[in-house]
């Protein structure tokens, strides 16, 4: 997508914004104006403080994302290559599936205490089963005449995983990836409005008790743009490592 077609209904959006702003039609304190809300965030950004609660939510995403990519994959491709081991343990995955992570915060904060590691546990909660998932379709999904195929050429079960299996489910593995990363931005925006001292959400949180709306909306524009860039930036990765999928 170009930068123009992207442009265009971000303006439109803020026009839209403005207009309504103007005619009054709700409480400038409750709705300010963009000029307002760009002012309060370029004093975040100058403070400091917008960049430090910038880096605590990254940091946490990044750890429970990085420790749901370390389990969620290869127990996703284990068991899509295994039939005996997923009808031991996809049950008691799919029981545990539909539970959303927010509903995990109580526990997460009596087991953890606050701070990161409930954040972690959560993002890793929310991120895991889409790319478990994901990574599971990948491996079952593989045609059986490559399986065949690779294992009548003399392919060891290393080679086939490695050369064959692998890179088979590596378009739905990044699926999941892409998934999992949006879910955990989610969560951790979640799990910082009640159970942290830094981070976006817990930034939220904090303006809201002050009545500092235009801060609030500037966390919040804040929050969708780094979610943007971070599927952006999957993207990327995923077209510079699967050049072949854009060949399809």
Same mark, same amino acid.
């Given at each position: 997508?170009s930068p123009?077609?992207?442009?265009?209904?971000?303006?439109? +959006?803020? !026009?839209?914004? %403005? !207009?309504?702003?103007?005619?009054?039609?709700?409480?400038?304190?409750?709705?300010?104006?963009?000029?307002?809300? =760009?002012?309060?965030?370029?004093? +975040?950004?100058?403070?400091?403080?917008?960049?430090?609660?910038?880096?605590?939510?990254?940091?946490?995403?990044?750890?429970?994302?990085?420790? =749901?990519? =370390?389990?969620g994959t290869?127990?996703?491709?284990?068991?899509?290559?295994?039939?005996?081991?997923?009808?031991?343990?996809?049950?008691?995955?799919?029981?545990?599936?539909?539970?959303?992570?927010?509903?995990?915060?109580?526990l997460a904060?009596?087991?953890?205490?606050?701070?990161?590691?409930?954040?972690?546990?959560?993002?890793?909660?929310?991120?895991?089963?889409?790319?478990?998932?994901?990574?599971?379709?990948?491996?079952?999904?593989?045609?059986?005449?490559?399986?065949?195929?690779?294992?009548?050429?003399?392919?060891?079960?290393?080679?086939?995983?490695?050369?064959?299996?692998?890179?088979?489910?590596?378009?739905?593995?990044? =699926?999941?990836?892409?998934?999992?990363?949006?879910?955990?931005?989610?969560?951790?925006?979640?799990?910082? +409005?009640?159970?942290?001292?830094?981070?976006?959400?817990?930034?939220? %949180?904090?303006?809201?008790?002050?009545?500092?709306?235009? $801060?609030?909306?500037?966390?919040?524009?804040?929050?969708?743009?780094?979610?943007?860039?971070?599927?952006? !930036?999957?993207? %990327? +990765?995923?077209? $510079?490592?699967?050049?072949?999928?854009?060949?399809?």
């Amino acid at each position: 997508m170009s930068p123009l077609r992207t442009a265009i209904p971000i303006v439109t +959006l803020v !026009l839209v914004w %403005q !207009l309504i702003a103007v005619l009054g039609a709700f409480d400038p304190q409750l709705f300010p104006r963009p000029v307002t809300v =760009a002012r309060a965030f370029l004093d +975040l950004l100058v403070r400091g403080d917008l960049l430090t609660d910038i880096i605590a939510s990254l940091q946490r995403v990044l750890v429970g994302f990085l420790i =749901a990519l =370390a389990i969620g994959t290869p127990l996703g491709l284990f068991l899509g290559t295994n039939a005996k081991a997923s009808g031991l343990f996809t049950p008691i995955l799919e029981l545990l599936r539909p539970i959303p992570p927010i509903a995990w915060i109580p526990l997460a904060i009596l087991w953890f205490g606050l701070g990161n590691k409930p954040a972690y546990f959560l993002v890793f909660l929310g991120a895991f089963f889409p790319i478990f998932t994901n990574a599971l379709f990948g491996a079952t999904s593989l045609e059986e005449r490559y399986r065949r195929a690779a294992y009548s050429l003399g392919a060891t079960k290393r080679q086939f995983v490695v050369n064959v299996l692998i890179p088979a489910s590596l378009p739905h593995v990044f =699926a999941g990836l892409r998934i999992g990363l949006g879910v955990g931005w989610i969560v951790v925006i979640t799990a910082e +409005l009640v159970g942290a001292q830094s981070g976006l959400g817990y930034m939220i %949180q904090f303006n809201r008790l002050l009545l500092e709306t235009p $801060k609030v909306i500037a966390g919040m524009i804040t929050i969708g743009l780094i979610g943007f860039l971070l599927n952006r !930036l999957m993207i %990327q +990765l995923e077209n $510079k490592l699967i050049p072949w999928k854009r060949m399809e």
